[in-house]
């Protein structure tokens, strides 16, 4: 672990792919080199060891919190390079200010978030400094992440300040992925893989959901409509991910953002509004460069994701079915934890490297292209110069940005760089998945977990139901051994839809939304206890179709964001009212999918309520002031008429 720390230490602060390239293979190293001086005074500190890097960070932190006034300068000698040696940073001059996160809370902070002690850097992993440091207006992080967002997120940060530590158990450092493992990122911005979380205490549970008898209602001769029992078949209904703003620590909510929560939350059977984040609870995030706190009401219901396709860590996972869990800051939620895990995000597509090398950067760095420096850095941000990768259309991934999906990275047992798109064709990855999948059910079933979703495709709703077929132990008649969560059988079809270019009806994007609907509906009357679809990704992309182009580069398209003020779609014959109408039409194919025996195919939605991130348009539902916008009053009033429609049947 220490190791680890050292290279993403020392990677952080060096934009020279060659040095990230040695970093990346400490073993070519044969010395470090550790100086600090004071004014005209130096002190130098060599050493030589088979595990001189680990010493040689421990050198450093040490040194550094024992005297403010020493400047730190990190020298790497490489082997066969003796006396050349490297000049990583200035920046580490703000090293004195930092230690390694301790304290109430402080281990299981997401980095780019604090307490009322300690603020934990996003950069280098598991250093914090003292809360009174965010926002002083002095850099004092490597990385500038204090002062990072000061204006947008200071209201959030004195709310904040005025909650109590909770103590919890310490949480492992999370891990950046190096380019051969399939591994999570410590940087949190938009639609990314999820941080590691604390483990929380026993709570009070979620009141029971009523329940209505089954029957089998007599509509014409041969023709039945199975009337399904809410407590088993629930309408988690609509839902949201992103920042909700005007959510405070207090419970308060603006009066604005009320109305949009009291709409929505019509459509659920719990009468509460879904929210998910990619993760296994509420955290900060990060969208078109502003850091949001995840602060949800009690008119939520949180649904956790094991993001990857690896073991859910037991530790981390929230009892389901109950409320007043930490969150990945370490506060109680008033929220509900959902009784539903989602499966791995987007397995079924390579995707895409997020940031500037966006629909260019393919595939991670290979180990050849590491060692030879040609291995270039994409970056967040949507302010940044697009950037390219390598000849071979890869780059580093895994140090300041993070892959679409799972199936962007390798996975332990499978042949290949990116075996999951791919992975019925190997049966052994398919053992390999499917025995960890089974593990993390048992997990989940023993925290009070009922339901489990399938992967959250992006395109291929047969490769949900290759799963189904595989984790249920389902013959091709369609007999299945498993049926339920304790045994590793998903009941809900997990998928994401996207349209493009403010062009759903020309460029197909309904047309596409109805067959992926009519697949879920095909498997649902394949395999009855399949109770439907959790969508939980709809919104648009900027750029022109695939049907046009395969590789989905921003602004390629007819209607390019950034020739839009607000960065959203404009008024055209398609859309008259812009994506507001997008929503509605959606939203009704939504209540109009059934099955032949009358169930609805669609159980859950969420919009995609984020700003230009991973390559769409700003589908935020609120303006800046707070006030809802066209989309917003458009869901509202769709999820308003879905949760009718459900009432009725």
């Not at 309904?510 to 395999?527: H, N, P, W």
């Not at 669609?602 to 348009?617: E, H, I, P, Q, R």
Request: hydrophobic share 40%; glycine share 8%; with cysteine.
């Amino acid at each position: 672990m220490a190791a680890f720390n050292l290279r993403q230490v020392l990677a952080d602060v060096t934009a020279d792919p060659e040095a990230t390239a040695v970093l990346l293979a400490p073993e070519k190293a044969q010395h470090v080199h550790v100086g600090f001086t004071d004014h005209d005074r130096s002190r130098m500190c060599r050493v030589k060891t088979a595990f001189g890097a680990v010493v040689a960070l421990a050198a450093f932190v040490a040194l550094a919190w024992a005297s403010h006034a020493y400047t730190p300068h990190v020298q790497r000698i490489v082997a066969g390079q003796e006396g050349t040696p490297w000049l990583f940073s200035q920046a580490y001059a703000a090293a004195s200010a930092m230690l390694p996160c301790h304290g109430p809370n402080s281990d299981v902070l997401q980095p780019g978030s604090g307490n009322s002690k300690v603020w934990k850097c996003m950069g280098p992993p598991g250093m914090c400094i003292e809360a009174s440091g965010r926002c002083d207006g002095i850099q004092t992080c490597l990385d500038a992440s204090d002062e990072n967002g000061c204006d947008a997120t200071s209201v959030a940060n004195a709310a904040l300040a005025a909650v109590p530590a909770v103590p919890v158990a310490p949480a492992a450092t999370p891990l950046i992925p190096p380019h051969a493992q399939q591994k999570a990122p410590w940087v949190v911005a938009g639609p990314m893989p999820p941080i590691v979380s604390p483990a929380v205490p026993t709570v009070p549970a979620v009141p029971a959901v009523p329940a209505a008898a089954a029957a089998v209602k007599l509509l014409a001769p041969g023709v039945h409509k199975m009337l399904v029992d809410s407590s088993t078949d629930p309408n988690w209904g609509c839902g949201l991910l992103g920042d909700v703003p005007g959510i405070s620590f207090d419970g308060s909510v603006a009066e604005e953002t009320q109305r949009l929560i009291d709409g929505i939350k019509e459509s659920s059977t719990f009468r509460k509004v879904s929210f998910w984040n990619w993760n296994l609870a509420p955290m900060t995030g990060e969208s078109f460069g502003t850091k949001h706190m995840e602060v949800l009401s009690s008119d939520f219901i949180f649904m956790p994701e094991q993001w990857g396709t690896t073991v859910v860590e037991d530790k981390y996972l929230r009892p389901a079915g109950k409320s007043n869990f930490l969150d990945s800051n370490g506060h109680p939620s008033p929220a509900y934890m959902a009784t539903i895990l989602l499966g791995s995000n987007e397995p079924d597509i390579a995707g895409s490297c997020m940031g500037n090398m966006f629909g260019k950067c393919s595939r991670s760095c290979s180990d050849a292209a590491v060692a030879a420096g040609a291995c270039p850095a994409a970056r967040l941000g949507n302010d940044l110069e697009p950037a390219l990768p390598n000849a071979q259309g890869e780059c580093n991934c895994w140090q300041f940005s993070h892959a679409t999906g799972v199936g962007f990275w390798p996975l332990q047992g499978c042949a290949g760089t990116q075996p999951l798109p791919d992975m019925w064709r190997d049966s052994q990855c398919v053992d390999v998945v499917i025995e960890n999948w089974k593990k993390t059910a048992a997990i989940a079933a023993a925290k009070g977990y009922k339901y489990l979703s399938t992967p959250l495709v992006a395109e291929n709703v047969d490769y949900a139901k290759n799963f189904i077929k595989k984790a249920c132990d389902c013959t091709e008649g369609g007999i299945c051994g498993c049926t339920d969560a304790s045994c590793g059988c998903p009941v809900y079809v997990g998928f994401h839809f996207y349209a493009y270019d403010c062009r759903p009806e020309q460029a197909g994007g309904y047309a596409a939304f109805q067959k992926r609907l009519d697949g879920v509906k095909s498997i649902m009357e394949t395999f009855t206890f399949v109770k439907g679809a959790i969508i939980n990704e709809v919104g648009m992309l900027n750029c022109r179709p695939s049907t046009e182009d395969p590789i989905c580069v921003p602004n390629s398209g007819k209607y390019p964001a950034s020739k839009v003020l607000d960065n959203s779609c404009p008024a055209n014959d398609e859309l008259p009212n812009g994506l507001g109408t997008f929503v509605e039409k959606i939203m009704d194919q939504v209540m109009a999918a059934k099955t032949s025996d009358g169930r609805a195919v669609v159980k859950g939605l969420s919009w995609f309520n984020a700003n230009m991130d991973g390559g769409t348009y700003n589908l935020q539902l609120f303006e800046k002031d707070g006030s809802m916008n066209n989309i917003g009053e458009a869901y509202m009033r769709s999820c308003a008429k879905w949760g009718r429609a459900t009432a009725e049947r």
